[in-house]
């Protein structure tokens, strides 16, 4: 493994933008990208400059999916490297995404394939670029969606959409993405990191553990039964009381009652770092 800083990072005004760094492969992610990337994510969990992660591609592309050529051929005859990256690829795009403490938003600028969904699907939000180019690719090529791809659109699109896209293999633009919900909106690409920046800007406002709890309670309660969520609830209820020493009910709520502001109209402002 030659290569390096196939992943970048930088942080401003709070927000981490996280960048699939080989625009010449159309950023397919190698199996250098996926040690870089889960190594990025690692560093960023514990980074208090950083509040939101946003999640992109370098040049033209967000991802052309999995590096073909490096991941499927070259692995081919090293079965335990083959396993060890692929336990990598899968974690950081299933696992560690999902279940982020710090909200995540994939921002699909240009071409997203095949392996590509997975990471989208595993962010908490997702925005296109009207003219970006996305498609499961795998059975152009006689293969088909998997790893984690295949459950990550069993998770996000409707079953007619998943088993279309992944059985033609056609592709489908930024509007296309949206109108299925693989995406929340799509905005000409000229617009599109404005309009992220903006939404992440906004979200960063807003209290982390107050965030980090609203991604658990969606994302465990989709796993567990009726009761086991409203325990897990209640447990996570006082969980966020002591992480936030209750500022919730002293601040978030006493603030209103003394008339500082309407919080069905807008936030709370986070304590600054
Ligand atoms: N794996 C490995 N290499 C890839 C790649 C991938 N998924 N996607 C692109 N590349 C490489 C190409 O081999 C080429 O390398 P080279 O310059 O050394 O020859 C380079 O990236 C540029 O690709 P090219 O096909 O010339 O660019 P393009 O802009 O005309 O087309 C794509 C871009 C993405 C449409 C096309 O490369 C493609 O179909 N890639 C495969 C996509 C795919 O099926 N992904 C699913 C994987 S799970």
Redesign the pocket.
């Given at each position: 493994m030659s290569e390096s800083n196939t992943v970048t990072v930088s942080i401003e005004n709070a927000i981490a933008t996280v960048t699939l760094n080989r625009p010449?492969?159309?950023n397919?992610m190698s199996p250098t990208l996926h040690i870089e990337m889960a190594d990025a994510l690692e560093k960023l969990r514990y980074e208090k400059s950083a509040r939101v992660v946003v999640i992109t591609g370098a040049g033209e592309?967000f991802c052309?999916?999995?590096?073909?050529?490096?991941f499927f051929v070259e692995l081919k005859d090293n079965p335990p490297e083959f396993d060890r990256i692929f336990r990598v690829a899968t974690e950081w795009r299933s696992r560690t995404l999902r279940y982020y403490p710090k909200p995540t938003i994939a921002m699909v600028n240009g071409?997203c394939?095949?392996?590509?969904f997975a990471i989208v699907e595993g962010c908490d939000l997702a925005f296109a670029a009207k003219e970006a180019?996305l498609g499961l690719?795998?059975i152009?090529?006689k293969h088909y969606p998997g790893g984690s791809v295949s459950k990550a659109l069993a998770n996000l699109l409707r079953p007619r959409d998943a088993l279309f896209y992944a059985m033609t293999g056609r592709t489908f633009n930024g509007d296309r993405a949206a109108e299925i919900g693989f995406v929340n909106a799509a905005y000409p690409l000229a617009d599109l990191k404005k309009e992220v920046m903006a939404l992440a800007q906004e979200i960063a406002s807003k209290d982390p553990d107050a965030l980090a709890a609203t991604k658990d309670g969606y994302r465990f309660s989709l796993e567990m039964s009726a009761e086991a969520a409203l325990n897990f609830a209640a447990a996570k209820s006082d969980q966020l009381s002591m992480r936030q020493k209750d500022s919730w009910r002293s601040e978030g709520i006493g603030d209103f009652l003394e008339g500082k502001y309407r919080p069905g109209l807008g936030g709370h402002k986070a304590p600054a770092e």
């Open positions: 010449a492969k159309r397919a592309s052309a999916g999995m590096d073909l050529k490096q071409y394939f095949g392996g590509a180019t690719s795998e152009n090529f």
